[in-house]
């Protein structure tokens, strides 16, 4: 047996659907060459000669999945954020991403933003980098080693941009993404790259459908962002006139579907019955980041009719439009926003459960990554102990009623153990 073959103990919580989560107190979770091999009221005679991780009282989870975050915007957290999307863009991100051309700054910056993915309770995650190929690399070098899995994005811009981030032109764009994939091929295990124009208004049509055809021939998935803001979508229907919608422009250069390792499109907000139906019919996963929409200015996504529509849904951080990389406090968020949703703009859309805000942040968005998200016979073996002891009372709760309460109270400092397809990062 080897390191990534071991027992957990503890009191389990995991989904069975969105719509159901179960628990099991003082329950055993066995996990064989990184891979769950179930869950035990009793622990198997067939399994007596593992060794157990005993983290008896304590809650056990399957690790976060974060969707869409920014890394190089980690270290400008909480400023701008009383102005919306472009505006922030144009006066907050936009500068702090130039920096990122300085490797030292880039080094120094990722390392922090890596550390606290570390030691939070997000297990994997798709991550935006910078235009800048050596700074991507870095940042991929540091999540490589940090033990988590990821996608990391070199992200593309050659238009409607600062000349400190503007790409030359879209052959030059292009000519570095090419080499950026070239370097890091076969280099690392659990960090992949993923296509990431930053979103149409950035991209010339030369440039998307040059990514195109990078996605066809080396078969990668794609992440950018979708009808965020009003003021965004009415730039996308200008400078794309022969486009239906938002998403039937990524569409047109073979941006837009779950073929070849899929495609995340973030945010979501203002999408229309045509994208809708793009969306289902392509099976795009949608990054639902209640967070920065709220911050941004950009209104709250209709994440029920999303579900009830089956597409697939997941959560996104989106920091730094959103103040904390827990997916814990998206899943709160979500759930919040959904009620203002519900009260205020349309009570034909019901607000989000626990249940379902709990789903959307480990199966639902672990979906994007394989078997990943819950506890499973088959699932890849990823995991958050969570220490709730300082939320005690005087009565005890039920394991669903502690999560619960985990979500909305928890913070980072109560994290006691990780675990990552098998490997065990602290704890």
């Known amino acids: 047996m080897n390191g990534q073959t071991f027992v957990l103990k503890g009191d389990l919580c995991y989904s069975i659907d969105r719509y159901t989560t179960a628990g099991v107190p003082d329950g055993w979770l066995v996990c064989v060459d990184g891979v769950w091999e179930g869950v035990f009221r009793a622990l198997p005679e067939r ?43 144009d006066q907050r991100a936009f500068p702090e991403e130039a920096r990122y051309a300085d490797e030292d700054y880039a080094a120094a910056a990722y390392r922090r933003f890596v550390e606290e993915m570390r030691r939070g309770p997000n297990s994997r995650a798709c991550v935006f980098a910078t235009r800048h ?38 052959a030059g764009s292009l000519r570095d993404t090419a080499a950026w994939l070239e370097e890091t091929r076969g ?14 208004p950035s991209c010339t049509d030369e440039l998307l459908s040059g990514l195109g055809e990078l996605r066809r021939a080396w078969e990668l998935p794609v992440q950018s962002h979708l009808s965020e803001n009003r003021g965004e979508v009415e730039w996308v229907q200008q400078l794309c006139p022969w486009s239906s919608c938002y998403g039937d422009a990524y569409d047109h250069f073979g941006l837009f579907g779950g073929a070849l390792g899929g495609t995340i499109m973030a945010h979501c907000v203002l999408s229309g019955e045509e994208e809708i139906a793009r969306m289902k019919e392509r099976d795009v996963t949608v990054a639902h980041c209640p967070q920065s929409n709220t911050n941004l200015a950009s209104g709250i996504a209709p994440v029920r009719r999303y579900l009830e529509e089956g597409l697939s849904v997941g959560l996104g951080s989106d920091v730094a439009g959103g103040n904390h990389l827990s997916i814990l406090r998206a899943m709160a968020d979500a759930i919040q926003v959904s009620k203002l949703r519900w009260r205020l703009q349309d009570e034909s859309l019901r607000p989000l459960t626990i249940p379902e805000a ?43 009623e502690r999560l619960e309460r985990a979500i909305y109270l928890l913070e980072e400092r109560d994290v006691a153990a990780k675990f990552v397809a098998g490997t065990r990062l602290f704890g």
């Open 133 to 170: 190929v050596p700074a991507t690399e870095e940042l991929m070098d540091q999540l490589e080693a940090s033990g988590l899995i990821t996608m990391v994005g070199k992200v593309n811009m050659d238009r409607n941009a600062p000349e400190a981030l503007r790409e030359s032109s879209a």
């Open 47 to 89: 399994y007596a000669g593992l060794p157990v991780l005993d983290y008896t009282g304590k809650l056990v989870i399957p690790g976060l999945v974060d969707l869409h975050v920014h890394a190089p915007q980690y270290t400008f957290r909480g400023l701008g954020l009383d102005l919306e999307l472009l505006d922030w863009l």
């Open 358 to 400: 709990f789903w959307m942040g480990t199966l639902g968005g672990g979906a994007f990554f394989g078997k990943v998200g819950t506890f499973r016979e088959g699932y890849e073996a990823d995991a958050v102990v969570l220490d709730d002891s300082r939320l005690a009372g005087p009565r005890e709760f039920s394991i669903t």
């Open 187 to 200: 280099k690392y295990r659990r960090t992949r790259p993923i296509l990431t124009p930053r979103f149409i």
